[in-house]
């Protein structure tokens, strides 16, 4: 009898502990997107605040809500002209990036060209150097091709930095496919082209949508490149017109901050409604 009184004790006991477990995890998991989720809020509430309402309480809710801020941005920023610089820039980087790395992903995976793992580690090598590091010697490179200032100079910048990351994960995913569906397709008289965009790519959907939903988030994002490259032409990006808000002697927090909702937005609905997408891409990687 006092075995078996012994024995629930310990499996009270245990599930306890499991209980208490589960709960500090979910309470970790709560802090971590509280805080992760903090700086958008900020960003919303303070954008709904005038200058004055900002200066009194930085933190606090704003007392009275206005989208003054968003029409001086309009006005400001020539949203519409900016807006479509940014989905030209980064769709045709996005485009150029992901065809290459198509190319080289299957090179090295299917067709075991000489050196094509050495090939493979070079580019991706190109994953530890930063951006700022070579920003310099792409900007002399960019002037002598005739393209500073130009949409190609700046999609060919990004389809650069984004070369790596997406060889890196499409070899990736085309060495989980096996080579009998290669040879299948040979041997009905399928070439290498007819291959690649009929055979891989097909297959390779969910992993193709991930990368490219990812490299579009930072590729939209990013500010150094058109910055640099673009200068101050009209053919800059959004996120440049948003750094141009403040001023050398005003600088206004509820004003940059609706800047950055607007320079947001179209990320934010392309992650909410691709973010399926992004999760297929990453369990069929995970379970090939």
Do not use: C
Not at 33 to 61: C, D, E, H, M
Not at 74 to 81: D, L, Q, S, T, Y
Not at 217 to 245: C, E, F, Q, R
Request: hydrophobic share 55%.
């Amino acid at each position: 009898m006092s075995a078996a009184i012994r024995t629930r004790r310990r499996r009270r006991t245990s599930r306890t502990i499991r209980d208490l477990g589960k709960w500090l995890v979910t309470l970790a998991l709560v802090v971590i997107a509280a805080g992760a989720l903090y700086p958008l809020l900020f960003t919303i509430v303070n954008s709904l605040k005038s200058r004055t309402a900002y200066a009194q309480n930085p933190l606090g809710l704003p007392d009275a809500i206005t989208l003054d801020n968003y029409v001086d941005t309009f006005n400001r920023m020539h949203v519409p002209r900016l807006l479509f610089n940014s989905m030209l820039a980064t769709s045709g980087g996005l485009l150029l990036s992901t065809v290459a790395a198509l190319f080289i992903a299957y090179a090295v995976t299917k067709l075991r060209m000489p050196g094509g793992n050495l090939v493979f580690l070079f580019v991706i090598s190109m994953l530890v150097i930063p951006s700022q590091v070579v920003i310099y010697p792409l900007y002399e490179t960019i002037l002598t091709l005739g393209l500073g200032g130009t949409y190609g100079g700046l999609i060919l910048s990004y389809a650069a930095f984004g070369l790596p990351m997406s060889t890196y994960l499409l070899v990736a995913y085309f060495r989980a496919i096996p080579d009998e569906l290669i040879e299948a397709a040979r041997l009905d008289g399928a070439g290498d082209m007819r291959i690649l965009f009929q055979v891989l790519l097909p297959v390779s959907t969910p992993a193709i949508a991930a990368l490219s939903i990812l490299n579009f988030v930072w590729m939209w994002n990013d500010l150094l490149l058109p910055l640099v490259i673009m200068g101050g032409s009209d053919k800059t990006t959004l996120m440049v017109g948003v750094a141009l808000l403040s001023g050398q002697y005003d600088v206004s927090i509820p004003l940059i901050s609706a800047g950055l909702i607007v320079a947001l937005l179209p990320v934010m609905i392309v992650y909410f409604v691709f973010q399926r997408q992004i999760l297929n891409g990453a369990i069929a990687g995970a379970v090939k």
